[in-house]
Structure formats: structure tokens, C-alpha cells
């Protein structure tokens, strides 16, 4: 190993390549670390981190309009858009500093370098015209919004990165996709006060979820005034001589909007990396292959993160540093663990989720009890916010294990985190009933549903 420069390089700073340069270095390795655009990577900079931010930002007109329920008093109100970016811009730039800190302070060097891979143990920095060489290389690159090439004039459509710093916010918008990322700038832009429409080709948004959520979560987003439509695409979009856009959907209607947003799925970093010189596996859609321990076809190589597209989320690529790391450098081979991963959309209302759908635990088991209900949460009824609340549980008939708890409504991000544990533990339906409810809490229904609303037998609902 001496004879390397770096016991460990890593290309790409942003939330797995972080964690594990820093984590490696502070166990005195030698780490060389390169990322070519901001570190942080797709998580701090355009990704999880201004999305939450933006999500806060939009939520302010209901609370506003929720606070006269209470005796509340609020002036006209008014938003600046540039004021927002701005102070976005300043915290994403305080946390970019925290993460270089973090690993320079473990005794890593960073690199502010595209990278690339000429040699199983070399690795060129283009932006320093330099080679390196280490013993261990991590790819940890990410990924990036998928282009729309066959849709005529897609040059004039933007994705998630520019939808963070647009100029000016658009008085309307259409956003192209179902998945979380399309629905949660839906909620954003509708929120700061921008006619928004959502055009999905699927037969309903975010698909993979549970149907229950997904039928709850659109009807109240069409109440809110967000346009869904689903079963449609866009044919092709034009740039209007006073600027604005048309933009044809199935079906012969044209919108007119400022902006096209299209969110219709990531793809790896990949490219011109020099991985096909090297031969290094990759799957059909194009992520590297690995195998459990996130080891590539080449022993010394290792991927984590979005660039292997196993489960796009930050702790996801964080846990499998985690375990890149107990594996490459502390001779115990740990295989990222990717069953029941919690997870939350920031939609407005939230979902929180875990576990197994209704359809998906029908499909694996003969016996499955639904729990469910739906009700105003308290914080609705003084403001009379017209807005459901869903909390369900799948729990398996025959050895009453929780499959799966779904929430739709405040909070239930929050909510999913701490369901994660229990289903996790694969407690049963008996230990949530044991449990005392916290009360007045909208998450007290979790153990108060004694009663099967229903079951479904062998793919046949029984009421
Ligand atoms: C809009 C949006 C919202 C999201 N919201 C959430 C959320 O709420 N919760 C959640 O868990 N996840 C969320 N995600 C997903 C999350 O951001 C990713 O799963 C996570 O960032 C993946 O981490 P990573 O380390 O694999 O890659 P990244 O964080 O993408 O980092 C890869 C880095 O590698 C750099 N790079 C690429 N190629 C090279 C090269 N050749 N040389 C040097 N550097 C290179 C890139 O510039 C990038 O900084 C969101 C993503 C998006 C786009």
C-alpha cells in the first residue's frame, strides 16, 4: 500500500463519498477525495437540503391563512422570491464548508477536480492535469435529472437543479413526472403562489407508494388548486414570441406557462469516466454493478450511492459507506441492509412511509389485516382547514407483524422516522396495542386501532 499516493480515493463529494473519505481518514488512512462541481454533492446543494427549505418557504400562505381560526390577525402578506434564494444560497454554502471541514479535519485532502479512472489504481484530476494513485478507489458519483431528448423543444424545459435559482418565480408552471421529486415542486411552486399543473403519464402519482396515500394525496392537492394530470404527456413544448411557453399535452390541450419543469427520473454519473477502458461492469440502465458489499467487477473498486441506483436517498448512500467502510478497512464484511427503509415525501400534506404497501403485502402473503383511518387532525379544526388526515398499518393475519404503516398528513416524515424502528425490529400488531397513546397527538391513532377496518384474504377483500 505504501506504494500508492492514497490508501483510499474517492471521487465525488457529496453525500456517500463525504462519509466515507471522512470516516476512512479518521482512521488514518491516507484519503484523497475529488469532486467537480460543490461539495455536498446532489443532497446539500440541489437536492434534499433547498427542498426542504423551499418546502417551508411554501407552507407559510396556509399557515397564514390558518392563524384568524385562532384569533389571529395577519397583514397582507407578501413574498420575495430572490430573498429566498439568497438565504438558501447562504446556508447551502455554510454547510459545503462544514463537509470539506469535516474531512480535511479527519486528515483527508480534497480536491476541486473532475476525476476520472485510466488505471485500476490510477485516477486523473482534469482540473489539476494530474494523476494519482491509490490502492482503493470509491466511486461515488451520483446522479443527474434525465433528459428529454425526443420531446420537440425540450431545450426550453429546466429540471430540478435550475428550479432552485430561476430568475424570477414563474406565474406558472407545468411539471413533467409522478415521482417525489415532481410532486413535491408541485406543492413548492403551488404554494408560493405559482399556477401549477402536473402532467404524469402513469394512472396515478407516485407510484410504488401506497394507493391509499396516492389517491388521498392527489385529491387534496387538486383541492388545493394543483391541476393533476394523469394518463398524459407532453408532446412538445414552444417558446411564444413574449417569451412564455405552450406546451402541448395528450390529449390536443396546449398550457401556456413560464416554465416547464421536467422531473421523469435520475440517471448515473457514469460517464466519461473512463470506466469502459477499464472494464468495469455496469447494469443495463446504466448504474455500475456491484456486487452485496458494493465491490465492483475490479477487486480494488468499490461504488455506493445513486451511481449504483439500488435506493436513491441520502441515508441510503451514507449507510453504505458505513459499510464500504467496516468492509474495505476494517476486515468485517457488512452488506448495506436494504429492506424497510423509511421514507417521507414532502408533499403538502406530508407522506411518511415503511414497510410494505397494501398491494405489495397482498402479493406476498394470503392473510393481511388493514388497519385505517381518516380523520381531521386537531390543528384543522379552529383553522377549518377542509384537509384529511391518513394513518394505516398492514399487518400480517397470520403472525400479526406489522408489513407496513403509511401516514398521510403534518408531521408524518417526522412520524416515519420513528416507525422505522419498530417495523424494523418486526414488532407485532400486539406490541403497538401495548403501547400507551400520547394524547392529544395526531400519531396516537398508530395504537388505537384495535379493530381490522378489513382483511384481505387471499387477494379478496373481506369486510
Ligand atoms: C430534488 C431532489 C430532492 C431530493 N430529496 C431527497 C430527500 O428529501 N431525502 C433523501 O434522502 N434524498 C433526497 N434526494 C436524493 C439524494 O440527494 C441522493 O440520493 C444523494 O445525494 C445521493 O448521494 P451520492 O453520494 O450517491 O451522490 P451525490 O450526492 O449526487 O454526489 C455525487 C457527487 O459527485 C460529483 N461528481 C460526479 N462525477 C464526478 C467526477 N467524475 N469527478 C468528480 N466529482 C464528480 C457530483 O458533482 C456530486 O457532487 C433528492 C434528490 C433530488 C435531486
Redesign the pocket.
Known amino acids: 500500500m505504501a506504494g500508492y499516493d492514497y490508501d483510499l480515493f474517492v ?7 463525504v462519509r466515507a473519505a471522512r470516516v476512512a481518514a479518521a482512521l488514518g488512512k491516507r484519503v484523497g477525495i ?5 461539495y455536498g ?3 446539500v446543494i ?3 437540503v433547498p ?1 426542504k427549505l423551499y418546502v417551508y418557504a411554501s407552507q407559510f400562505p396556509e399557515h397564514f391563512a390558518d392563524a384568524a381560526g385562532y384569533g389571529w390577525t395577519v397583514p397582507e402578506a407578501s413574498f420575495d422570491w430572490q430573498t429566498l434564494v439568497a438565504n438558501k444560497d447562504r446556508e447551502i454554502s455554510r454547510l459545503e464548508a462544514i463537509y470539506v471541514r469535516n474531512v480535511e479535519g479527519a486528515g483527508g485532502e480534497t480536491f476541486h477536480s ?3 479512472i485510466v488505471d485500476p489504481h490510477v485516477v486523473h484530476l482534469l482540473g489539476e492535469d494530474r494523476t494519482v494513485t491509490a490502492d482503493q478507489i470509491l466511486i ?4 443527474r435529472p434525465a433528459a428529454h431528448p425526443a420531446l420537440p423543444g425540450h431545450e426550453h424545459c429546466i429540471f ?1 437543479n435550475e428550479a432552485f435559482d430561476l430568475k424570477e418565480l414563474p406565474r406558472a408552471i407545468m411539471i413533467e413526472g409522478g415521482g417525489y ?1 415532481a410532486v413535491e415542486f408541485a406543492n413548492i411552486f403551488h404554494g408560493l403562489g405559482v399556477d401549477t399543473t402536473l402532467v404524469y403519464r402513469g394512472k396515478e402519482i407516485l407510484s410504488r407508494f401506497d394507493m391509499d396515500l396516492r389517491r388521498m394525496l392527489h385529491e387534496t392537492m387538486e383541492k388545493k388548486g394543483i391541476r393533476i394530470l394523469c394518463h398524459s404527456v407532453s408532446e412538445w413544448i414552444r417558446k411564444r414570441p413574449d417569451g412564455r411557453l405552450d406546451a402541448l399535452v395528450s390529449g390536443g390541450e396546449v398550457l401556456t406557462v413560464d416554465q416547464v419543469m421536467l422531473a421523469i427520473g435520475r440517471i448515473p ?1 457514469t460517464e466519461n ?1 473512463g470506466l469502459e477502458g477499464i472494464g468495469l461492469e455496469m447494469t443495463k440502465t446504466g448504474a455500475i454493478a456491484v456486487d452485496q458489499y458494493s465491490r465492483t467487477n475490479i477487486d480494488n473498486i468499490w461504488a455506493i ?3 449504483t441506483n439500488r435506493v ?4 441510503v ?1 451514507i449507510h453504505e459507506a458505513m459499510c464500504f467502510i467496516e468492509t474495505a478497512f476494517k476486515g468485517n464484511p457488512t452488506a448495506p441492509d436494504h429492506e424497510t427503509i423509511a421514507t417521507a415525501v ?1 408533499s403538502q400534506p406530508e407522506i411518511g412511509t415503511v414497510g410494505l404497501s397494501e398491494d405489495d403485502a397482498v402479493k406476498r402473503f394470503s392473510d393481511i389485516e388493514i388497519y385505517r383511518a381518516t380523520f381531521r387532525p386537531m390543528r384543522h379544526t379552529l383553522s377549518g382547514r377542509d384537509e384529511k388526515m391518513l394513518i394505516k398499518l398492514v399487518v400480517d393475519g397470520a403472525s400479526k407483524k406489522v408489513l407496513g404503516a403509511h401516514i398521510l398528513g403534518p408531521d408524518a416524515g417526522e412520524m416515519a422516522q420513528l416507525l422505522g424502528i419498530p417495523l424494523k425490529a418486526g414488532l407485532t400488531k400486539g406490541d403497538f396495542d401495548r403501547t400507551m397513546a400520547v394524547h392529544p397527538t395526531a400519531a396516537e391513532e398508530l395504537v388505537t386501532m384495535y379493530k381490522p377496518t378489513y382483511r384481505v384474504k387471499d387477494g379478496e377483500r373481506v369486510d
Open positions: 471521487i465525488g463529494g457529496g453525500s456517500g463519498g475529488a469532486e467537480e462541481y460543490r454533492g446532489t443532497c440541489r437536492g434534499c427542498k473532475r476525476a476520472m461515488a458519483t451520483g446522479g430540478s421529486i454519473n469516466m450511492g445513486d451511481v436513491q436517498l441520502t441515508p448512500a414532502f
